[in-house]
């Protein structure tokens, strides 16, 4: 909602489950965090416009969050697991993953050319998608036309952390 006003329902039965404080900027984007967090990101239109928040379902109490992005945040989603958010947006176009608990980035990927409007992750965590404005409304296809990514990198998973990346290589 535009006032920051978020409820959570039962899909089963429709009872509400919960109603977080009201956060005081619009909500752009809305990604569960695992099965007791919730991810909301600042969209257009807010003071507030570079900032994320992580907000517990259990105890309806604040998180973490993160301000790194120069600007709107246009989208956001959890890892599979609720450990990582990764976010998307500013001015430069940045994709940023970071710490749902902390706040703390753990990576930038950079480069995309053009505003950055939905991202996804594989239920794996192994990939992540996104999708930005059309560099060439003209033309079928124009992948020169997004630039390359300044990093690329491996997702953790059992064997990998972002700590520890060469393990289970």
Known sequence: ????????????????????????????SLSFAGNTMLAMSCGYNCADRNRSVVWSLDSQAFVSEFREHDNSVTAGVAMPDGATIVTAGGTANTIRLWDAVSGVERAALSGTGRPVFSVAIDAEAERIAWGTENACPDAVSCPEALGELTMTMRLPNPDRSFENPQSGA
Do not use: K
């Open 1 to 28: 909602s535009q006032d920051g006003t978020v409820r959570v329902w039962s899909a089963a039965d429709g009872a509400l489950v919960a109603a977080l404080p009201t956060l005081g900027f619009q909500i752009g």
